[in-house]
């Protein structure tokens, strides 16, 4: 009844202000009110938009075959642009969506218009009510009125209808609710007083005025959304169709008919402006809404794993430390009557045991990397270097290995990470050795933004294949047996890289050693007063 009422009364004020020869008129709020309810409320309402259109035209002096046939038209018209939007849609159209807002003004509007359109212009000139010469300017009349109701007055009921009880709440929840109301009445009224000045007077000079209507259309669409543009289109269109009809604005140069046909293309324009700036800077929002909903939950979920292993790994290790004592006592106990398959056995529970402690140890390196935060100083690499390798003299040793350095600069970066990082590259060389004593060039070079460190080794490398799963956690590609290890190291190392902005990556090739290459921006942000290292 709601749907009727209002095509009905909106349909006769329509033809009441402006009708080209009775029938087609620039102002036609029923086709936007007829696709609103179907979008709305599903297409079984089509039924009230024939009876209304029939009642409309038959009010309008068309006789009973003529009214029927229009009125078919005009159902046609909202049911075809129906089941269009929800096809391409997938059954949910939405106004926020770009993809949805142009296909409701290529389809919705300038396609499904020209359906009763044609019917209703076809229909007066085979009942002889229209000449043929009026064919051309009543068709247009038609077709854009239908097109501009559905432009304007579509979006206007399906935002504020299904946003109406909520805006309320969108409103006393921002964070400055007052300055909120505030900015949105004074945006009504600046609007409203704009309006009436360009509509106050008639005049073709008065068009100029018309461009600063639009920096309030985006100031509506950027702060409002769809509420605030079709709200902004709505009032801008009643009082140019007000100003216009009392021979006022910038469109006054010809008949009533003539000049709200001129103005049909300036609401067109504008609408169509809105619908799209307003559904871009919703998919903007929405999109980086929902990214830093991403990064929030992945943050916590990171926090929760990291906590995780490091409980789990406390809680590992006390047990762990246990059976390993155990194991010892039981050797000590049966060194008097030894046998040798009893001794297989406790090697091998042994050297199980000691695995999973380096297993255990390494998660817990990995895990308080992520949670320990960077604490940025220059610092001196010369000096990190020779203590690492200090350090690792024994290793160094036992494997003859031949380490080169060169001279190394100040950076800005975390001492002990960095030396983490360091430790474990020179450490894989040393591990993943060839046939001949391990060679060791650890050096650098920079570019104009950062620079570039890298620890080259003679070993057996690797296919490049694998150049981007060595750096997963766990990820080995050889067995324990082959070379001793947990998997972690390099993990780590991408994690304390990334801390510190930079990248990691590796160039190695089967028998001819890998280089394993780090970056550290030059301008790396940091927070502290770095003192000198």
Known sequence: MVLFVSYV?????????????????????PSGIALACLLKFGVRLWPAIALAAFFVNTFAGASLASAAVISVGNSLEGVI???????????????????????????????STLISASLGVGTLWLASTLSSEGIGFTFLTWWLGDLAGILIVTPFILVW???FSNFKDWIWNQKEKWLRIVEIFLLIAIVIFLSNGIYEHAGIHKILRLHFLFPFLIWSAIRFGQRGATLTVMIISS?????????????????????LFNLLGFMIVFSTSALVLAAVITERKNAQRHLQENAQELERSNAELEQFASLASH????????????????????????????????????????????LINALLSYGQAGKRQAKFSVIDLNLEINRIIDFMQTDIFREQAKLTLSSFPKIIADGILIGQVFQNLISNALKFKGPLPPEINIGWNETKTER?????????????????SVFKIFQRLHSNDEVAGTGVGLALCKKIIEQHDGKIWVDSHMGMGSTFYFSIPKELEYKTSMPQR
């Open 315 to 358: 809680d590992l290790k006390e047990p762990l430390r246990t059976i390993s004592v155990r194991i010892e006592m039981l050797r000590e106990n049966l060194k008097e009557n030894s046998d040798p398959e009893i001794e297989e056995h406790i090697d091998f529970s042994v050297s199980a045991a000691k695995r999973m402690q380096a």
């Open 9 to 29: 009364c909106t349909g006769i004020f329509g033809l009441k202000l402006a009708a080209v020869n009775g029938f087609a008129t620039s102002i036609w709020a």
């Open 81 to 111: 642009a129906f089941y269009i939007l929800n096809k391409l849609c997938k059954d949910f159209f939405q106004l926020d969506r770009l993809f949805d807002v142009v296909c409701l003004i290529v389809f919705g509007s300038f396609l």
């Open 239 to 259: 009082i140019a169709i007000w100003g216009t009809i009392h021979g006022r604005g910038p469109f006054t140069l010809g008949s009533t008919q003539e000049n």
């Open 452 to 468: 570039i460190f890298y620890v080259k080794d003679n070993g057996i490398g690797f296919p490049m294949k694998y150049a981007e």
């Open 161 to 163: 209808h299904s946003s």
